[in-house]
């Protein structure tokens, strides 16, 4: 983790209210995991006051550039986008524990709603280097234009699935209307696993089937909802959370999520947690 | 040079600082944290993250909400007991090359006894009584024990008698006359005061109608709340003969001078961390400067020197 002043290569529109935030890191020095992010200072003011955590979009071939994917919602993330290219940001990362891909699992389901699209492109990203794999993203939206990596996803192998809230590109719905179906296909029910317990209370690792890898990024009920389907099938997700952050470095305790373990912090124990951890409160 | 470097040396009691720059319970963790982003060779010492004597789960989140120029947070003294302290944060807080204060905090009085005791064994630099956290409810008459100059005076006296440690009390601003809660914790015996820890506040959600901290209200801080720190450190320090330890929304050296001139010996940044990891370290080099600057030989010339 180091703190510098990254430069702008590129800050741009690329949707209604979304932008695409290209920086050079010089000093990082070790690789970039899919899931990590930053904390970004958005102004030089007191107002916002706290940094805004962003999650890497994309790594890329070159180390120190790094790629951002945003959504202008509040007075930060409006700082950052008046930001023009040359200048610098003050950055803190890479933060967190980032996507854990086991080399044995060859199916990956990546489930993304709205703004969650961010860091599984980063994951695709990753996972389009292995030899075989085979990679579904579904993606969950609003509406049509806040659908911003459809290309990038097709470009890296991925079987794209589109859901809309309003109909207006794919199927009508939510993300995880589409989740049952793709799941289905694996066509786990015939390779149900005798080891292990049908009622078992808490799943943990040598429960989960080797088959199928489940990556989930988005707002809370959606996670829930992904939660149950996996539950049913015993497939882990491993989920990128979300929670108002103070320091991002684990040391004023703010970021919390209720876990089996007790409340744990979206910066140092996250972002990514395993889904069947999380206590819903 | 070695004069150069004495400048900004200052004792809290027995407490030797090298700098007086300390970073705030609560916003350091236990040092490490920022291990990889700052060097802490050149600050005072750091406070750590309130101990208290079993550990505390913390509050419901969201526990942090944004507010102008500040922030709102209720974490509620979350931290693993005082023996898993001493068992795995205290060997490498101590490697740490500033002295260690250690916040301690507890909902009755025997707490903050039995915490002095096993503290007192320990080779921690000072300890800082947090009777202030906005964010625990406890066995008290008053909702926080700093409101209250008897509970207050309690306090102190019980952990007075259990260490030979260097004594901070730490106040909170929510009161009607801080000097009375001043002079009670200085007549039980600390060494010093410090202040301010949080305004108690809130932020409302008007889409749902709730409140936007898990725990309804929360603990102020920031640039905003530095205007009430600076007239309350004033008012202590014209009020006891103990060193004043000034702290609430201090972002920069300018910010930390102004604390120095109303009567603060030594100064804590808080907040400020968040934002800029190395916040401690610049407001030293700033410190320096400007004595320098100056032509002042000691910090301890700009202590309490407002011109009225």
């Keep these: 983790m180091i703190q510098e002043k990254a430069e702008i290569l590129l800050n741009q529109n690329i949707a209604l209210d979304h932008y695409k935030l290209v920086v050079k890191v010089d000093g ?124 990038e996803l097709k470009e890296l192998g991925a079987k794209l699935i589109v859901v809309t809230e309003d109909g207006s590109a794919g199927e009508k719905g939510f993300a995880t209307s589409a989740l049952t179906d793709i799941i289905e296909q694996f066509d786990l029910r015939k390779t149900d696993s005798p080891h292990v317990k049908k009622d078992a209370g808490h799943l943990t690792i040598g429960d989960y089937r080797p088959e199928v890898g489940l990556y989930a990024c988005g707002p809370i009920p959606m996670l829930k909802a992904v939660s149950k389907i996996a539950r049913k099938y015993r497939i882990q997700v491993q989920a990128s959370m979300e929670e108002r952050m103070g320091c991002g470095v684990g040391a004023c305790l703010g970021c919390a999520v209720k876990t089996k373990r007790g409340y744990e912090m979206v910066c140092k124990d996250g972002p990514v947690f395993d889904l069947e951890d999380i206590v819903w409160e | 040079m070695g004069v150069k470097e004495s400048t900004l040396s200052v004792g809290i009691g027995k407490l030797k600082l090298k700098s007086p720059v300390i970073a705030a319970s609560g916003t350091f963790g236990y040092g490490e944290e920022y291990r990889e982003l700052v060097s802490l060779s ?149 060494d010093a005061i410090s202040l301010i820890n949080t305004v108690i506040g809130m932020a409302v959600d008007i889409d749902t109608k709730r409140p936007r901290l898990g725990n309804v209200t929360g603990g102020l801080s920031g640039p905003c709340i530095k205007p009430i720190a600076l007239r309350m ?76």
């Design chain 2, 42 to 190: 050149s600050i005072g010492g750091i406070v750590t993250k309130s101990i208290s004597l079993k550990a505390y789960e913390g509050n419901k989140p969201p526990r942090i909400w944004e507010t102008t120029a500040g922030m709102l947070n209720s974490i509620g003294l979350q931290n693993e007991g005082v023996g898993a302290f001493i068992e795995s944060k205290l060997s490498d807080l101590k490697r740490l090359p500033t002295a260690v204060i250690v916040s301690i905090a507890g909902d009755q009085k025997d707490e903050f006894r039995e915490l002095a005791k096993r503290l007192d064994k320990t080779s921690i630099d000072a300890i800082e009584i947090n009777i202030s956290c906005p964010n625990i409810k406890h066995k008290s008459k008053s909702r926080l024990f700093s409101q209250d100059p008897d509970a207050t005076a309690e306090i102190v006296r019980a952990v007075r008698r259990n260490t030979k440690k260097p004594l901070i009390t730490k106040l909170s601003p929510n009161v009607t006359d801080i000097t009375e809660i001043a002079k009670a914790a200085e007549r039980a015996g600390t």
């Design chain 1, 28 to 151: 990082l020095k070790d690789a970039i995991k899919p899931g990590q992010f930053f904390h970004i200072k958005a102004g030089t003011e007191y107002d916002p006051l706290l940094r805004r955590p962003l999650s890497v979009h994309r790594i890329g071939s070159k180390p120190n550039i790094i790629e951002f994917l945003y959504k202008v919602v509040g007075k930060g993330t409006h700082l950052i986008s008046r930001r023009s290219k040359g200048t610098y940001l003050d950055v803190i990362g890479p933060i967190g524990n980032g996507f854990k891909v086991p080399k044995s699992q060859s199916n990956f389901v990546l489930i993304a709603g709205g703004m969650g699209v961010a860091p599984l492109v980063a994951l695709a990203e990753t996972l389009a280097g292995f030899r075989k794999r085979s990679i579904t993203a579904i993606v969950g939206a609003k509406t049509k234009s806040c659908l911003t990596c459809n290309k």
């Design chain 2, 233 to 308: 450190v004033w008012e202590v320090y014209n009020a006891v003969k103990v060193p004043v330890i000034g702290m609430g929304g201090i972002m920069n050296t300018e910010d930390a001078i102004e604390f120095f001139l109303c009567g603060a010996s030594a100064i804590q940044v808080g907040t400020a961390n968040f934002i800029n990891p190395r916040a401690t370290t610049e407001v030293v080099a700033g410190l320096r400067e400007y004595l320098k600057k100056n032509k002042l030989t000691s910090i301890k010339d700009l202590i309490g020197k407002l011109k009225i």
